[in-house]
């Protein structure tokens, strides 16, 4: 340990066997991958152009300080629904009687739709599953097993599976978030309220949520006089948040964009490294 | 004399006498003076970010002082700012010290500091303007990167010269850790930076990346530089031996080879490998972390430390490393954990708590010594300031991300409760990070009128002969 | 609290005592088990380092096995890489064919039909004369692809599923079963002229 070269050597190698291992190997397998190709398309399509200029402001202002962007699974699970009950009703009824035997069996078959699918069993090993359909197609009936992601972000509304690589294609910079002191954003696309109420908690986050912990934006707007007539962007902000007699608060550029960006983040389509059914239409 | 003389060193007889290495280092300085003003701005700045966070309609017009840009700026402030330029300077010192040779190449040393110092400007004001690169720690645009990494560049070969220059004999474990340092910094920096902003690479690739040198640079670079400073001083202090080679030895390279794999946890949306490999390491890391915590509390216990409230410093210095190791483990495999404020108050206490409180121990014993004046002002209370400080937010933090961990798990609890739940607990932490802003001021205090001093009897010896200096101790040779 | 400076120690600079001690044998042995631990981990929880597995997944057989017995979907796949293989040259990979070698299947009436009585025909016996689609007429020829075991039931019946769903093709009933496939085949046993577009007219969509 007396000589500078050999220490350099021996930093040398261990560098970069970590260097080999955590960016060299992921690259050839996750840095080369491309968009899946899927029934409907390829996934992910690549945002909208307000949607693009919408990340880059998402990233200009450190949202990524407070709100993660990626959703966690613990386990899964199984569904059995009825899609179709068939011809031979008796038959079907018998065989609904013996693969879940609390359920109204008739009333079950006759509802069941491919529009208005009828749940025959909850929460069940996919062994079970299997064979429930097995024994329903051979009754005549259509039965499909849904497949159901579990876990404590899937319980919150933040999302319907866990996100993988493939959500993230588009992104750069990946905002994936290292702190949780605001929601998860990853699906924010599919639970996210109309563009006005989004830009009013951009405006100050105390207006929809009075308890918010949440920065307000108000510089991402403006303050201007109201001309002849009011623009169709300007807020409707009442009380204390209103703008001084005469004026009107109209979103920016930036605002309208970041809007579209939040709007625009989706991970619920079903993959093959994480899979996820559709929820049955109520 | 306390058996503290070293081992089997054959000096030449032109050996320089440790006062000696003290004045040529006297360059120090400038990167140390200029990393204590970007240590008192990151405070100041996390002092904001951290009011923001319970009343966030404080300063709410300004884009620039949103939480989203002064949290990134005080990070980058104070591991660029202050502990890398510090550490750097440190760690010079301690090549001389230990190398028994003079400071070489102080004029580049000067240069790199100043355009060190440019290119963490450069970087603040891009991320305050909205230019910044969207990745932790690698916060910084183009061009303040750019300018960070020649500077470093300056620094850096500067650095290996000095280790280079040294007497023949026996290293100490310091310098090995001082010149991997030197090493892996740029390494990861340049890595990041070509893969992550000049050529990025695709989708969640640059999670891997981003992963990675945030590792690297916490323990790699950074735990580097503080290590090196707690076996020097410690030992030193303590007026003791270090206790073991062989310890240490197996620290080095078990960090060596371990430290650059961890730093994933579980929940990324990365392959199933990659989080169980980052998480295996972060276990095998205890290995280091262990030896180096008992070589260095043996080596205090076999010791009769100096009358010096600085081996404070470095004792809780060291126990913030063993908890900080400890911590990480839970980080990387209990879920969620790593996302609440749990996960910021572990990387606060490594930053302040162990590299923090090492270089301020360090830059509180070098700066008489370079200056050739004594001033006890403000050590003390700079101390306390910092050590409540940092205790007083890592445990706000901690305990109050343990319990946002527990709610976030708990899917009945309704997030807008989970965080109003630990806004108890973030006001703590503004009171934390408020007395460490006043015990950096205070070290910053300081050390100017160290320096003040110093050049007062610069001035006043050179300007003239005949009037003697009056009021200040002579700029005599340190012992 | 004085400096350093102003009591009797020596300046001296920290040195290390040689020598192995105990402890560094404790130490590595410590050092040698959670190695040996994090091995075992990363293999038990590592999926084997495919970059498809994601905990809490455990293998990509796991995965594979989840995908649901889906037949449209299966089919969908399957006749896209057929497709890829016989029909892709000349109807090119995007559908929409190319003036002078083959009409577009994008959009077309003749796949876009209720039922697949009639293109199931086209490729066992091949097309000839004028052939209006999507208002475009095209006179060509299509040589008969499928014929003499050219392609197995299971392929045809797969391809013609995957160019009804493709492309933006939406019909109610996309699926195309290799037993239908086997009832027409069984109706053109005898012939082997190729079919014109009027005769094809003559036929149901529908498969009876």
């Not at chain 1, 450190?62 to 899609?83: I, N, P």
């Not at chain 1, 739709?113 to 599953?129: E, S």
């Not at chain 2, 204590?36 to 100041?44: D, E, G």
């Not at chain 2, 989970?418 to 205090?445: C, D, E, P, Q, Y």
Request: charged share 10%; with cysteine; net charge positive.
């Amino acid at each position: 340990m007396n000589h500078g070269p050999l220490i350099f050597l021996g930093i040398l190698v261990t560098f970069v066997m970590s260097w080999w291992g955590l960016i060299f190997a992921p690259q050839m397998q996750i840095g080369v991958q491309q968009n899946a190709s899927l029934v409907d398309g390829i996934y992910p399509r690549p945002r909208a152009g307000l949607a693009e200029q919408g990340h880059h402001v998402y990233v200009a202002n450190g949202c990524v300080q407070c709100h993660s962007q990626q959703v966690r699974q613990e386990s899964y699970t199984f569904d059995v629904v009825l899609t179709a009950p068939g011809t031979n009703n008796e038959i079907v009824i018998r065989a609904l009687g013996k693969i879940a035997p609390g359920i109204n069996a008739g009333a079950v078959a006759a509802a069941a739709t491919d529009q208005k699918p009828q749940t025959i069993l909850t929460n069940v090993p996919q062994g079970v599953a299997d064979d429930a359909q097995a024994r329903l197609k051979k009754a005549g009936a259509t039965a499909k097993t849904l497949f159901i992601p579990l876990g404590v972000d899937i319980a919150r509304g933040w999302g319907s599976r866990l996100t993988v690589a493939a959500d993230y294609l588009y992104d750069q910079p990946v905002q994936v978030g290292h702190s949780r002191l605001g929601p998860d954003l990853a699906n924010y696309g599919q639970r996210a309220p109309s563009t006005k109420l989004i830009l009013e908690h951009l405006y100050d986050p105390r207006l929809t949520m009075d308890k918010s912990l949440m920065p307000a934006h108000r510089y991402l707007f403006e303050t201007k006089p109201v001309g002849k007539k009011s623009s169709p962007d300007a807020l409707a902000l009442t009380g204390k948040f209103a703008p001084p007699a005469g004026h009107e608060v109209v979103p920016k550029p930036e605002a309208l964009q970041l809007v579209a960006y939040l709007q625009s983040l989706r991970a619920s389509t079903s993959l093959f490294e994480a899979p996820a059914s559709p929820a049955p239409q109520p | 004399m306390n058996g503290s003389t070293s081992s089997s060193v054959s000096t030449t007889p032109a050996a320089p006498t440790p006062a000696c290495i003290d004045s040529s280092a006297r360059i120090l300085l400038l990167p140390i003076v200029s990393s204590l003003v970007w240590l008192v701005i990151s405070s100041v700045l996390a002092l904001i970010a951290s009011v923001k966070l319970h009343s966030p309609t404080v300063l709410a017009d300004s884009s620039w002082l949103t939480y989203g840009h002064t949290r990134p700026a005080a990070n980058d402030a104070f591991v660029y700012g202050f502990a890398s330029q510090a550490g750097l300077a440190v760690a010079l010192w301690i090549l001389c010290r230990l190398g028994r040779n003079t400071l070489v190449g102080g004029l580049p040393i000067a240069i790199g500091s100043i355009f060190w110092n440019l290119g963490v400007t450069f970087g603040l004001v891009g991320i305050f303007t909205g230019h910044t690169t969207g990745f932790d720690w690698l916060e910084f645009p183009k061009a303040g990167s750019f300018i960070l990494l020649a500077s470093y560049g300056v620094l850096g070969i500067c650095a290996l010269l000095n280790f280079r220059a040294r007497q023949p004999g026996e290293t100490y474990p310091s310098q090995w850790y001082i010149l991997a340092a030197l090493f892996w910094f740029p390494w990861l920096f340049t890595t990041a930076r070509m893969l992550l902003v000049q050529f990025p690479v695709r989708g969640v690739m640059q999670l891997a990346v981003s992963g990675w040198f945030t590792n690297g640079l916490f323990t790699l670079w950074l735990t580097s530089l503080g290590l090196a400073v707690l076996l020097y001083f410690i030992p030193k202090i303590s007026q003791a031996q270090l206790f073991s080679r062989s310890l240490a030895l197996i620290a080095f390279w078990s960090l060596a080879v371990f430290g650059g794999w961890a730093g994933f946890y579980r929940g990324l949306p990365l392959p199933a490998w990659m989080i169980s490999t980052g998480a295996a390491a972060s276990v095998v890391l205890l290995v280091p972390m262990l030896a180096t915590v008992a070589n260095l509390w043996l080596t205090m216990g076999q010791g009769t430390p100096a009358k010096s409230g600085l081996l404070g410093y470095f004792k809780y210095s060291l126990i913030a490393f063993a908890l900080c190791g400890v911590f990480a483990v839970f980080n990387a495999f209990i879920p969620q954990l790593r996302l609440t404020l749990f996960g910021e108050g572990v990387e606060q206490l490594f930053l302040y708590g162990f590299v923090g409180l090492a270089l301020f121990g360090a830059i509180h014993y070098l700066a008489p010594r370079l200056t050739g004046q004594e001033n006890d002002k403000f050590v003390c209370w700079s101390g306390m300031a910092s050590t409540f400080g940092i205790l007083l937010f890592a445990a706000a933090f901690l305990i109050g991300g343990i319990l946002q961990q527990k709610r976030l798990i708990d899917g009945s609890v309704p997030f807008l409760d989970v965080m109003n739940k630990t806004k108890m607990f973030i006001r703590l932490s503004t009171l934390g990070v408020l007395l460490l802003v006043i015990g950096n001021i205070l070290t910053l205090a300081r050390v100017l009128l160290l320096v003040r001093a110093c050049c007062q009897a610069c001035c006043s010896s050179c300007c003239s002969e005949s009037k003697p200096s009056v009021k200040l101790k002579p700029a005599g040779a340190a012992r | 609290m004085k400096d350093v400076k102003s009591t009797s120690m020596t300046e001296a600079e920290p040195s290390v005592r040689s020598g192995a001690t105990y402890l560094s044998m404790w130490v590595l042995g410590l050092l040698g088990v959670l190695t040996w631990w994090a091995f075992s981990y990363v293999d038990a929880r590592g999926g084997h380092f495919n970059s498809m597995v994601y905990a809490p997944y455990g293998s990509t057989n796991q995965l594979a096995s989840f995908i649901p017995k889906d037949e449209t979907g299966s089919a969908f796949a399957r006749g896209k890489m057929v497709y890829g293989t016989y029909c892709g040259n000349c109807h090119q990979a995007n559908g929409m064919g190319a003036a002078g070698i083959a009409p577009p299947l994008a959009g077309s009436e003749w796949v876009l039909a209720e039922g697949p009585n009639r293109i199931i025909r086209i490729p066992y016996l091949g097309l000839t004369g004028p052939i209006k689609v999507s208002g475009v007429e095209y006179n060509m020829a299509m040589l008969a692809i499928a014929a003499g075991g050219g392609m197995t039931e299971q392929q045809v019946a797969d391809v013609l599923t995957y160019i009804r769903m493709d492309w933006g093709n939406k019909v109610a009933a996309p699926l195309v079963t290799p037993e239908q496939v086997s009832k027409v085949l069984a109706e053109i046993k005898a012939r082997t002229d190729p079919m014109t577009a009027d005769e094809l007219l003559k036929l149901p969509a529908l498969v009876p």
